[in-house]
């Protein structure tokens, strides 16, 4: 069998910054926080900016937020800014996708380095030679992309619609689904529909653990679980629910339990306790941690927010040839997705 991806996802640009757990990040005081939160509230204006953050990032980058949401609600939020400039608050893919939706506008990102193990994995000379072996193939994308392989794709998916994508693609072609295996799989559950898939996965979801979670539910056996589709299938079996980030939100407002197991990147804590107040959330654990943070998210910082409003630096730009050719795939998601 044609191998599609590298085993494992690369984590060449995580380097040092990677840590496993919010306490260990070092701590500044309040008073500190508060200022830092205030000057990049008074610069946003200033710049005319809107700052967008995903599910994932800090409480104290949550609370300067214009937006706060799952990758199709970001996309959204982007696609429909008139704002002067974009402060995105996510990872290095996100940030490019508000620029393919924005060409107009001046994208910023605080660490351009915060990338994403997913969208390492699949690299777009790669995909370009998937593709002239297998001219017929859909290439359905999980937004966790780069720019490069999204303008090599048929359509876009985030975790919140790609079982609606999967059931529009055309009936006739095989497809390709990427670059999340395990995203990919549990599409295929859900819409009956056999998909090659990609090699890929998230290094945070991927190491959640059957053993440690089946340890905390016998802890807590009347707290629902809520589960992130890119954890792995040993995972997902033992979930109640298993969604999107935002998708997590509402489920997390609507169950009556008063104590709640979710299963992704331990930032959406700060969300659930906002929107579902007076519940406890319990988050995930591994085989090693009692929470599972993502290394990329976690480069963003208030610092670097204030200090990216006032140089305007780093700013994504992308090819303009690419960009348009990635634009008709997320365009084309953004189309069915809003279909009833
Ligand atoms: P959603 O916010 O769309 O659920 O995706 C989160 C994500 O990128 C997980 O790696």
């Given at each position: 069998?044609?191998t599609?991806?590298?085993?494992v996802?690369?984590l060449?640009?995580?380097?040092?910054?990677?840590?496993?757990?919010?306490?260990?990040?070092?701590?500044?005081?309040?008073?500190?926080?508060?200022?830092l939160?205030?000057?990049?509230?008074e610069?946003?204006?200033?710049?005319?900016?809107?700052?967008?953050?995903?599910?994932?990032?800090?409480?104290?980058?949550?609370d300067v937020?214009d937006?706060?949401?799952d990758?199709?609600?970001l996309?959204?939020?982007?696609?429909?800014?008139?704002?002067d400039?974009?402060l995105?608050?996510?990872?290095h893919?996100m940030a490019?996708?508000?620029?393919i939706v924005n060409?107009?506008?001046?994208?910023?990102i605080?660490?351009?380095?915060a990338?994403c193990?997913l969208?390492?994995?699949?690299?777009?000379?790669?995909?370009?030679?998937?593709r002239?072996k297998?001219?017929d193939?859909?290439?359905?994308?999980?937004?966790?992309?780069?720019?490069a392989v999204?303008?090599?794709s048929?359509?876009?998916?985030?975790?919140g619609?790609?079982v609606?994508i999967?059931?529009?693609?055309?009936?006739?072609?095989?497809?390709?689904f990427?670059?999340?295996e395990?995203?990919?799989?549990?599409v295929m559950?859900?819409?009956?529909?056999?998909?090659?898939?990609?090699?890929?996965?998230?290094?945070?979801?991927?190491?959640?653990t059957?053993?440690s979670l089946?340890?905390?539910?016998?802890?807590?056996?009347d707290?629902?679980?809520?589960?992130?589709?890119?954890c792995?299938r040993?995972?997902?079996?033992?979930a109640?629910?298993?969604?999107?980030?935002?998708?997590?939100v509402?489920?997390?407002?609507e169950n009556?339990?008063?104590t709640?197991i979710?299963?992704?990147?331990?930032?959406?804590?700060?969300?659930?306790?906002?929107?579902?107040?007076?519940?406890?959330?319990?988050?995930g654990?591994?085989?090693?941690?009692?929470?599972?943070?993502?290394?990329?998210m976690?480069?963003?910082?208030?610092?670097?927010?204030?200090?990216?409003l006032e140089?305007?630096n780093?700013?994504i730009t992308?090819?303009?040839?690419?960009?348009?050719?990635?634009?008709?795939?997320?365009?084309?998601?953004?189309?069915?997705s809003?279909q009833?």
């Amino acid at each position: 069998m044609e191998t599609l991806a590298p085993p494992v996802p690369s984590l060449k640009r995580l380097g040092s910054a990677f840590a496993d757990c919010l306490e260990v990040r070092p701590a500044r005081p309040p008073e500190t926080t508060g200022r830092l939160q205030r000057e990049v509230l008074e610069l946003k204006k200033k710049r005319n900016a809107i700052v967008l953050a995903h599910n994932y990032q800090t409480a104290e980058i949550q609370d300067v937020a214009d937006f706060v949401g799952d990758s199709l609600g970001l996309s959204y939020q982007a696609a429909k800014t008139s704002a002067d400039a974009i402060l995105f608050c996510g990872v290095h893919f996100m940030a490019e996708t508000a620029k393919i939706v924005n060409p107009s506008r001046t994208v910023l990102i605080p660490d351009l380095n915060a990338g994403c193990s997913l969208a390492d994995s699949c690299e777009a000379e790669d995909l370009e030679a998937y593709r002239k072996k297998h001219p017929d193939t859909y290439v359905v994308s999980y937004i966790n992309c780069t720019a490069a392989v999204k303008a090599l794709s048929d359509v876009i998916c985030t975790s919140g619609n790609a079982v609606k994508i999967v059931n529009h693609a055309p009936k006739d072609r095989s497809i390709l689904f990427l670059p999340d295996e395990n995203l990919g799989q549990w599409v295929m559950e859900k819409t009956g529909r056999k998909m090659e898939l990609w090699r890929g996965a998230c290094h945070t979801h991927a190491i959640f653990t059957s053993e440690s979670l089946q340890r905390l539910r016998a802890k807590h056996p009347d707290a629902p679980v809520v589960a992130h589709p890119e954890c792995v299938r040993a995972v997902r079996l033992l979930a109640d629910h298993i969604c999107s980030t935002e998708g997590m939100v509402k489920f997390c407002r609507e169950n009556p339990a008063d104590t709640i197991i979710v299963v992704t990147e331990s930032g959406i804590l700060h969300r659930l306790r906002r929107e579902a107040p007076g519940k406890t959330f319990i988050p995930g654990p591994t085989k090693t941690c009692s929470c599972n943070d993502c290394g990329f998210m976690k480069m963003n910082t208030l610092e670097k927010l204030l200090e990216t409003l006032e140089t305007m630096n780093p700013e994504i730009t992308l090819d303009e040839e690419i960009r348009r050719r990635a634009f008709i795939p997320l365009q084309r998601m953004l189309e069915i997705s809003a279909q009833p």
